[in-house]
């Protein structure tokens, strides 16, 4: 199973709403990511987890929060976006050992904030 | 912090033609340099990687080089087939157990049969 599952696929959320992403991924991977997709862009890191610590934040505004419950989990609060934070969020994950460096994506949550 | 230049931005080739995508990075510290391949619609998916501790690596029709003095990497793709059309990102950065990447802008390849 190479496989990291995102959901939901598609979110629609107003401006005063409060949401969560959600990643799992069950291939006993131990370090685990947050991006960030605008159209026609390239991924940009905003949030690394190793061992369900936050390892890496990329000066990522408040209102979004990560959380990793378990080492299978990932999640992203999301509270009070703007319309300009509407991108596709992906999740990835990878073994966390220095010499296996795969990493996997998954599919992605395209978020909408009107 | 680590800045990934890519080039070109766009690329059209015929089918059996090679494809090459080239990129610079700024930070010394980067040790890891992988190349991802994202349909339109999908996820990026790794399609090759390369540590600095090595020059060259090759699986199949796609390659890639390494040169650490002029920071530059890139990705060779020969015998192209439609379905390689995609747009393909390069990234560099550390791995030290957790990555951190920062990508490049992306290269359409459109491969016409």
């Known amino acids: 199973d190479t496989e990291v599952t995102q959901t939901p696929k598609h979110l629609v959320m107003g401006m005063t709403n409060k949401k969560s992403l959600k990643c799992e991924q069950h291939?006993?991977?131990?370090?685990m990511y947050w991006y960030k997709q605008k159209a026609k862009k390239p991924p940009e890191l905003m949030f690394v987890?190793?061992?369900?610590?936050?390892?890496i934040n990329e000066s990522v505004p408040s209102r979004f929060s990560p959380e990793c419950p378990n080492s299978s989990l990932l999640n992203l609060h999301l509270h009070a976006l703007q319309p300009e934070d509407s991108a596709l969020y992906l999740c990835?994950?990878?073994?966390?050992?220095?010499?296996?460096?795969?990493?996997?994506f998954g599919q992605g949550t395209r978020l909408t904030v009107v | 912090g680590e800045n990934v230049e890519q080039h070109p931005s766009t690329l059209s080739v015929q089918e059996g033609d090679s494809a090459v995508i080239k990129c610079t990075y700024s930070?010394?510290?980067?040790?890891?340099f992988p190349w991802y391949k994202q349909e339109l619609g999908k996820r990026p998916q790794l399609i090759i990687d390369?540590?600095?501790?090595?020059g060259e690596k090759k699986d199949q029709r796609i390659a890639v080089t390494l040169n650490k003095t002029a920071k530059h990497f890139s990705l060779h793709i020969t015998e192209t087939q439609p379905e390689d059309s995609a747009v393909y990102f390069c990234?560099?950065?550390?791995?030290?157990?957790?990555?951190?990447?920062?990508f490049g802008t992306g290269t359409r390849l459109l491969v016409s049969p």
């Open positions: 390369i540590r600095s501790n090595v």
């Open positions: 987890y190793s061992y369900e610590k936050l390892s």
């Open positions: 930070d010394s510290a980067s040790n890891y």
């Open positions: 291939m006993g991977h131990r370090a």
């Open positions: 990234a560099a950065g550390e791995n030290t157990g957790f990555q951190k990447l920062v």
């Open positions: 990835a994950s990878s073994q966390g050992i220095d010499r296996n460096t795969e990493a996997f």
